[in-house]
C-alpha cells in the first residue's frame, strides 16, 4: 500500500528523555534486566526512536512517558517530573513535525493541579492528548481524585491514553507464570479501568470523553459488551459506549485485530506497537499483511493503520497525508 496516502501511524510509542533518571532496572536480575537496559537505551534515545520509523515501515509516532518508568519505591514522580518529561516531549516533537506527536504526562490521579498540567501541555505545549495509568494504588479512573484530569480531557477534546500498569496484589497471584503472568496482570487492571469508567457514568457525564485501551484489554471490551444493561457496547443505537472507546493493536496479531474490528468497528481500531518495550523491523508490514489476512476492505485498512490515530488527535488526514515525510 503506498504510504503517503495511507500512512502508518504508531499511537503506542514511549520514549521518556535524559532530563530524568529511569528507575525501571529496581528489583531486575539477569536477563530480565539486561532487556530493560536495552529498552532503557532507547527510552532515553531521541535518534533510536527516530530510527525505529524507517526500521518499522512507521510513518510517525505518537509518544507518550509512563510514570511508573521514572517512579521511586513509593510510587512517587520526582519534584516538577511532569512537567519536565512534557517540556521534553513537545521540544522533541516540535522538532520533528509529522513525524511525532506527544501526549502529555500528568499524574491522572492528583486533582486540579493535575489538570492544570493538563491544560498547560495542551494549550502552551502543544501535545494532543493525556496518559493514564490504569490504576494508582487502589483508586481506578471513576476516583473522586482522576475526575478533574478526565474532564480537562473532554473539555480540551483530546484522547486519554488508559495505560496498564503492574498491580502488585494481582501480580502476587499471577507470577507463577511468569511473563505471561505479567500480561495478564496488566490486560486484567487495563480492563478492570475501563469498567470503572462506564460502571460510573463518566461517558455519560463528560460526553467528549474518549478513551484508548491497549488490546491487552480485549477481554474486557468482549466482557463489556455481553454483561449488564450499563455497560452493554451494542445494546442500544448509538451503544453508550462505543462511541468513546478505542482500542490499539498491540501484539499485531490478526485474531485480536478482528475481534476489535467486531466489537468496535474499525474506526475506534488504531495502529499501535508498544515501542520500544516491542521494538521489531517492518512492523509496518506486517500489520499491513495482518489487516488483508482478515480481509479488511482498503478504507478500514488505511483508518487503522493511521487515519484514526490522526482524527482522534484533531489532526488534518489530508494534510499529514500528502506532506513528505523526512
Not at 67 to 76: L, Y
Not at 79 to 104: C, I, S, T, W
Not at 121 to 142: I, N, Y
Not at 204 to 217: F, G, K, M, Q, S
Request: aromatic fraction near 4%; charged fraction near 20%.
Amino acid at each position: 500500500m503506498d504510504q503517503a496516502q495511507s500512512p502508518i501511524v504508531d499511537f503506542h510509542s514511549h520514549f521518556v528523555g535524559p532530563s530524568l533518571p529511569l528507575t525501571t532496572l529496581k528489583g531486575l536480575c539477569g536477563p530480565q534486566r539486561a532487556a530493560w537496559e536495552r529498552i532503557n537505551a532507547r527510552l532515553t534515545d531521541a535518534g533510536a526512536l527516530l530510527a525505529s520509523l524507517e526500521q518499522g515501515g512507521v510513518a510517525a509516532r505518537i509518544i507518550s512517558s509512563p510514570p511508573e518508568f521514572i517512579e521511586d519505591a513509593g510510587g512517587n514522580v520526582p519534584q516538577d517530573g511532569y512537567r519536565r518529561v512534557n517540556d521534553a516531549v513537545a521540544d522533541l516533537v516540535g522538532k520533528h513535525p509529522g513525524r511525532l506527536y506527544g501526549l502529555a504526562s500528568v499524574d491522572a490521579y492528583g486533582g486540579e493541579p493535575s489538570a492544570r498540567e493538563l491544560e498547560r501541555g495542551v494549550r502552551q505545549l502543544g501535545l494532543r492528548g493525556v496518559f493514564m495509568p490504569s490504576a494508582k494504588g487502589d483508586l481506578l479512573p471513576d476516583a473522586e481524585a482522576a475526575r478533574p484530569t478526565l474532564a480537562a480531557a473532554a473539555a480540551l477534546q483530546i484522547p486519554v491514553f488508559l495505560h496498564p500498569v503492574a498491580d502488585g496484589q494481582l501480580f502476587a497471584r499471577f507470577k507463577r507464570f511468569g511473563p505471561l503472568g505479567m500480561r495478564l496482570t496488566r490486560g486484567t487492571i487495563n480492563s478492570a479501568a475501563l469498567f470503572a469508567i462506564i460502571e460510573s457514568g463518566l461517558f455519560e457525564e463528560l460526553p467528549n470523553l474518549r478513551v484508548v485501551v491497549t488490546a491487552l484489554a480485549l477481554g474486557g471490551l468482549l466482557l463489556a459488551g455481553t454483561v449488564g444493561d450499563g455497560a452493554k457496547l451494542h445494546a442500544r443505537t448509538p451503544p453508550p459506549a462505543r462511541r468513546h472507546v478505542y482500542i490499539d493493536t498491540t501484539g499485531v496479531h490478526p485474531a485480536v485485530i478482528r475481534s476489535a474490528v467486531e466489537l468496535l468497528g474499525a474506526d475506534h481500531v488504531l495502529m499501535g506497537t508498544d515501542w520500544p518495550v516491542v521494538a521489531e523491523d517492518d512492523v509496518g508490514g506486517r500489520l499491513q499483511a495482518a489487516l488483508a489476512a482478515i480481509g479488511l476492505g482498503e478504507r478500514e485498512r488505511s483508518i487503522i493503520s493511521g487515519g484514526n490515530a490522526l482524527r482522534l488527535l484533531g489532526i488534518d488526514e489530508t494534510a499529514r497525508a500528502l506532506s513528505p515525510l523526512q
